[in-house]
């Protein structure tokens, strides 16, 4: 039994040497950089041979199907050959991706990019550089600076704006509402959400947005503790543009019932139409009332930006 037990720890500590080795090997560094090569050279070649046979966008697979490949995936048992790894992946993932570059790909807001975004993206994933604070990035943090201002700048936002990076549209509508909420409950209440918590009438806040609006506004609500029901649907026009009518006749009820207008998001760019609000008039609408204004402009920003360069 004793050798027995002495055997399995010598093998326990084979397996563990075995996989700290293999790490060691792997870690991107001036010793390893010739594999480094190696394997950008092959996923280059691999990219390169999926793109010259690839003639739609997507194979067609249902989910149930794909779903059977993966069934027996151990991930316990890592591919230390790259090789390996590569047919894998090009079994399990380049086979059925979508791919957007496709100029038959009609179906949803993704685009294709251009080469010069992956050559950044595998300097900036290579040195793995945490941009929030200059002790761990250096000249990255004042490249994110510079990028932000340069965006500012074309906005037109005044020499008192500021931003920051989000992963998209989802998380700055979040960023948002977070914002506007802490901001209303200090005005009307006094109350400091990060130290205090949400103040007892929270539930007066309400958001005004259009019924066309992106689904993310409700999805913040609920996160912020304020729920599905303070979101207030306004109607649109004909081209799928908030009715400013709409939108009085609502902050108008809102305030007799005795709740807050807490936040009117307009949309510059819908999902599903690319309808843009009537800002300009919502602005106003916003400052009369005291309302939070947040424009959702995943598509009108860049719009915005390009219109720029005219």
């Known amino acids: 039994m004793v050798q027995l037990n002495v055997l399995l720890a010598d093998a326990q500590q084979q397996a563990s040497n075995h996989e700290a080795n293999s790490m060691l090997n792997s870690m991107f560094n001036k010793e390893n950089l010739d594999k480094f090569k190696i394997g950008v050279d092959q996923v280059v070649q691999l990219l390169a041979q999926t793109l010259d046979v690839q003639q739609k966008p997507f194979s067609g697979i249902f989910p149930h199907e794909l779903a059977k490949q993966f069934a027996d995936i ?12 590569l047919t894998e992946v090009t079994q399990l993932y380049l086979k059925d991706a979508v791919y957007f570059n496709n100029p038959r790909y009609l179906a949803h807001l993704n685009c294709p990019i251009v080469y010069q975004s992956i050559l950044a993206e595998l300097m900036a994933t290579a040195i793995n550089t945490a941009v929030e604070t200059w002790d761990q990035s250096g000249g990255a943090t004042f490249i994110k600076q510079s990028i932000v201002d340069w965006t500012l700048s074309k906005l037109a936002l005044g020499k008192q704006a500021d931003g920051v990076f989000t992963s998209g549209g989802t998380q700055s509508n ?7 909420r802490d901001f209303q409950c200090q005005q009307h209440t006094g109350h400091i959400n990060k130290q205090q918590g949400l103040p007892q009438d929270f539930k007066r806040l309400k958001i005004f947005t ?10 913040a ?14 109607p649109c026009d004909e081209y799928f543009r908030m009715d400013v009518n709409a939108l009085n006749q609502a902050i108008e009820q809102c305030q007799q019932q005795g709740d807050i207008v807490m936040a009117i ?9 690319g309808s843009i609000d009537p800002l300009a008039q919502i602005a106003a609408i916003a ?7 947040h424009v959702d402009a995943a598509y009108g920003g860049g719009l915005l930006i390009n219109l720029s360069f005219g």
């Open 74 to 85: 151990d991930l316990n048992q890592p591919l230390f050959d790259i090789q390996e790894a």
């Open 174 to 180: 979040l960023m948002a509402m977070l914002l506007a």
């Open 210 to 219: 259009s019924q066309v609006s992106h689904f993310s506004i409700q999805k």
């Open 287 to 293: 400052k009369q009332s005291g309302a939070w204004f």
């Open 265 to 273: 998001v307009a949309t510059a760019g819908t999902t599903d139409f």
């Open 221 to 234: 609500a609920a996160i912020l503790g304020l729920g599905y029901d303070s979101v207030v649907s306004v």
